[in-house]
């Protein structure tokens, strides 16, 4: 209770004295402090929603979430004060490949032991070709009922491609029987808002990459390469924290935005990019940054732009190439890599960097376009 009110004090101060130094009186005392603490309030709220691939071969990353839910809520809420709910979205594929069911969806609760026993509940069985109902979950994210003024975040997890992208060992080489495209679907994530995080369980996913990272880039996203089931957790945690630290800069970049938009003139998010990130360079600007083994994740690839640029998934497949180094999963047998054993992930302090201010414009320009 004392550490709200000091706050709360240090926000009156502050409006009196933006109120003194400019001598204005367009917007009362009492407008402009509700303002800012609405903007307070807006930071510290995050909708966190878990897409996971639950087929035979996720067992051990299901496993890790059930095991760490607890410390992944402790760790985000403590590092920012945030009010924390959590979703799940479980897939499997479509008959006669798995009988069991294609998607089961888990609506927002604040509760970690409600979540924990959606969880318990989640058995990883089933699956039959290589390729999984995963636009067919993406196309439940939506539907969530999401928070209007919160951070969001949805978080996919798979180590298969969706139907459609390859044709081989492909039951629906057509793509999804429901008529889902996972393309057109990350847009509509975009365009309310919602970054997805794609995490690839390697060594399975190494060839669907940059389909996986095209995903990720078209919300403002990051794709995760993922070796270990032990460190899926730290992964969504360093994610979240920089998700959060990077909304301060978001009034910067929605303001570029709307001044391209209002002037009738395309966006040109690569231009915006650079005039805010160089303000904010200027500035000594920081924020968390996802370091994975103290490196930066790898930014989205050409081949990953371009598939981003795809009008649907159909035309996404003329131009996808696999990754070589995996023959990818068969039939939901392959396991996690037993190399990743020593990876680790980190939210760490640093300088704003123009990927990070790159993302949140592509972002705000899809919002802006809905």
């Known amino acids: 209770m004392a550490g709200l009110k000091l706050i709360i004090l240090l926000l009156f101060v502050n409006v009196i004295c933006i109120a003194d130094a400019q001598g204005i009186g367009r917007k009362s005392l009492a407008e402009r402090t509700a303002e800012i603490l609405k903007s307070f309030r807006q930071r510290n709220e995050l909708d966190l929603a878990f897409i996971m691939d639950t087929t035979g071969s996720m067992s051990p990353y299901i496993n890790n979430v059930r095991e760490h839910i607890k410390d992944l809520v402790d760790a985000i809420a403590a590092s920012s004060s945030t009010n924390l709910r959590l979703a ?42 290589g390729p999984e109902a995963v636009a067919d979950a993406m196309f439940q994210a939506p539907t969530l009922k999401w928070r209007p003024n919160a951070a969001k975040i949805s978080v996919l997890v798979a180590d298969a491609p969706p139907h459609g992208l390859v044709s081989s060992g492909d039951s629906f080489p057509s793509g999804c029987p429901s008529g889902h495209d996972p393309i057109d679907i990350a847009r509509i994530l975009a365009r309310r808002g919602i970054t997805l995080y794609t995490v690839g369980c390697e060594p399975a996913v190494v060839p669907y990459t940059d389909f996986y990272m095209a995903l990720a880039y078209l919300t403002g996203g990051q794709y995760i390469p993922l070796s270990s089931p032990g460190g899926l957790t730290d992964a969504i945690i360093a994610g979240a924290k920089e998700e959060l630290s990077l909304k301060k800069f978001a009034a910067d970049v929605k303001t570029e935005v709307k001044k391209a938009v209002s002037a009738g003139r395309v966006v040109n998010e690569r231009q915006i990019a650079q005039s805010v990130f160089a303000k904010l360079k200027s500035e000594g600007a920081t924020a968390k940054q996802l370091l994975k083994n103290n490196k930066p994740l790898e930014a989205a690839t050409t081949k990953a732009k371009a598939i981003a640029g795809a009008k649907s998934l159909a035309d996404a497949k003329k131009i996808f190439t696999p990754r070589t180094g995996s023959a990818g999963r068969s039939g939901g047998s392959s396991g996690p890599s037993k190399s990743g054993a020593g990876e680790s992930f980190a939210a760490v302090e640093k300088a704003v960097s123009f990927d990070q201010i790159s993302r949140l414009v592509k972002l705000e320009a899809a919002k802006l376009s809905a």
């Open 88 to 129: 799940l979205i479980e897939y499997r594929d479509h008959p006669p490949q798995d009988r069991y069911f294609v998607t089961r969806t888990h609506h927002f609760t604040r509760s970690v032991r409600i979540m924990k026993s959606w969880l318990n509940a989640a058995r990883a069985q089933g699956g039959g070709d």
